[in-house]
């Protein structure tokens, strides 16, 4: 009797433990197979920035800088809402004086352009070993001149600092970009992209085009030009990035 007792005990949790394994084994299958409800992706890229129309007319020279994006996918639809924000410097311009008391000096000139937009993105569906996306963004534009006063021998030191910062104007437009994978599982991806952005009127400063001497105030070898658009087509190459 107790060896009849003693084998059903044992056969009972030998089945009990084969059922506990196929449980964990289907619940190990059903984590893999549920997708991430909100997927979420952040992006780095560099940038160049051309003026058109008015703006390229007063602005002679592109701007270069950086963009930092973040995205969430909408309950695994084609649609992602983010927001970026980038910062482009459109002019270093350095200008050696030497001042009544026979120092050698400098005025370093920034003229440096902040932008935040609001993003929907749109990725159709697809197949193909690349993900063409479209996508439109609305936000502000805030142009500023940044000028400092250095010595030569201590330029991390500047002996005076000023920023000329009034000129915020909206800003929209869209683009068109691909993303290209640099693993089978899309986890980290490479994002080539054309922007049209369409800004609304600005004030920026501009290097005269005659020869100027400094005197006391660097902004004054600058032309303040006023009531133009700010149109940018922008060219943007970068990584886009899956967040755990």
Known sequence: MKKSILL???????????????DAEWLEEEEEIIPIKYPMFIGLSFQTLLPQSTFGENMTQPGY???????????????????????????????????????DLKWKTNSVLWSSHLMLRFEPKMTFPIQPYLS????????????RLVDPEIDDNPLERFV???????????SFGILIPFDKGWRSMLD????????????????????YTITEDSLDAFD?????????????????????
């Not at 000329?164 to 869209?174: I, L, T």
């Open 8 to 22: 059903l005990m044992l056969c009972a949790c030998f089945s009990f433990t084969m059922h506990a394994q196929e």
């Open 65 to 103: 800088g950086g963009q930092l994006e973040y995205l969430v996918n909408l309950n695994q639809s084609p649609l992602y809402a983010g927001f970026a924000s980038s910062l482009a410097n459109f002019g270093n311009e350095v200008y050696d004086f030497t001042d009544p008391q026979g120092f």
């Open 136 to 147: 439109g963004q609305f936000g502000f534009n805030h142009f500023f001149t940044a000028t």
């Open 164 to 174: 000329d910062d009034k000129s915020w104007s909206a800003s929209y437009g869209g």
């Open 192 to 211: 080539i992209r054309a922007t049209y952005l369409k800004g609304g009127e600005s004030s920026f400063y501009t290097k005269k085009q005659e020869a």
């Open 224 to 244: 303040l030009v006023s009531s133009s658009s700010v149109d940018i087509l922008g060219l943007q190459i970068g990584v886009l990035f899956f967040i755990e």
